[in-house]
Antibody, heavy 121, light 109 residues
């Protein structure tokens, strides 16, 4: 079965960096676009970024553009999110999510359980 | 990239029907048939219940249906059951990025 397991969350100081990882299994990782979605405490879901199956097309939410970078290693079935210049408002549970298609797909079909990132001094 | 507009909350009694609206613009909801809906029970992973405006994934009861008219999409849940109580989010392609709605809390009375 499809499994997405996030790691790398924790407490980080404002202005610092953190890298999240997502280990994928149970499907052909290299055939699917992958997304990151986050949910701040008490708030709704916010789409963060998407990367196409081969890694050549990407898109970001305006709130993270220029600070976050999404990448993937298809040989390791792993998705990453490099987060730089972190702000308190980046505090959230970050979900790794599979897109239903190879490029961006049309919807999100499998979700991980999420990893909590807390930005605080 | 403004969030799509959803009502903050809706409610209904078991067996009744409820509809949740999702209003966007011609640049997102109105411009593409890539609207999907997600059910989220707090503490669990969200689950897609409708994709491509009106398609239902296998395993999702046919009590869930979706539609779109102009810049607004809608999720209807008929024959409400206690387990339908959750947060619901719409999601749409916006040309160069994706955007969620603000979320709607469904309470089953």
């Amino acid at each position: 079965q499809v499994q997405l397991v996030e790691s790398g969350g924790g407490v980080v100081q404002p202005g610092r960096s953190q890298r999240l990882s997502c280990a994928a299994s149970g499907f052909s990782f290299s055939n699917h676009a992958m997304h990151w979605v986050r949910q701040a405490p008490g708030k709704g879901l916010e789409w963060v970024a998407v990367l196409s199956y081969h890694g050549s097309s990407e898109a970001y939410a305006d709130s993270v553009k220029g600070r976050f970078t999404i990448s993937r290693d298809n040989s390791k079935n792993t998705l990453y999110l490099q987060m730089n210049s972190l702000r308190p408002e980046d505090t959230a549970v970050y979900f790794c999510v599979r897109g239903n298609g190879a490029n961006y797909g049309t919807h999100l079909d499998y979700w991980g359980q999420g990893t909590l990132v807390t930005v605080s001094s | 990239q403004s969030a799509l507009t959803q009502p903050h909350s809706v409610s209904g009694s078991p067996g009744q029907s409820v509809a949740i609206s999702c209003t966007g613009t011609s640049s997102d909801v109105g411009g593409y048939n890539y609207v999907s809906w997600y059910q989220h029970h707090p503490g669990k992973a969200p689950k897609v219940v409708i994709y491509d405006v009106s398609q239902r994934p296998s395993g999702v009861p046919d009590r869930f249906s979706g539609s779109k008219s102009g810049n607004a999409a809608s999720l209807t849940i008929s024959g409400l059951q206690a387990e339908d109580e959750a947060d619901y989010y719409c999601f749409s392609w916006a040309g160069r990025s994706w955007v969620f709605g603000g979320g709607t809390k469904l309470t089953v009375l």
